[in-house]
Nanobody, 122 residues
């Protein structure tokens, strides 16, 4: 079975950074669109960023542009979401997900991992 696991969340102060990781079993990230989503309490889930390594395209939520970066470690089959200059409004549970597609604009993903909580204090 395909499994995704996000980790790396924690409590940080505004302006600090966190690197979230997404590890996968049974899939090669090269063949999938990998998305990072978040859901804050009382709010709908939103897509923060998405990448297709094979197509060489990336999408970022406007509020994440210039602050968040998606990268990967091919050997470890791990995708990172580096979150810089964090703001209190970035507080949410962050999830990674994968879709068998090269589109970074998909809303429906094929596989989801358990989330990791990011809390940003002011």
């Amino acid at each position: 079975d395909v499994q995704l696991q996000a980790s790396g969340g924690g409590l940080v102060q505004a302006g600090e950074s966190l690197r979230l990781s997404c590890a996968a079993s049974e899939i090669n990230f090269e063949d999938y669109a990998i998305g990072w989503f978040r859901q804050a309490p009382g709010k709908e889930r939103e897509k923060v960023g998405c990448v297709s390594f094979s197509a060489g395209v990336t999408y970022y939520l406007d509020s994440a542009k210039g602050r968040f970066i998606i990268s990967r470690d091919k050997e470890k089959n791990t995708v990172w979401l580096v979150t810089n200059k964090l703001k209190p409004e970035d507080t949410a549970v962050y999830y990674c997900a994968a879709a068998a597609s090269t589109s970074v604009l998909l809303r429906e993903m094929d596989y989801w991992g358990k989330g990791t909580l990011v809390t940003v204090s002011s």
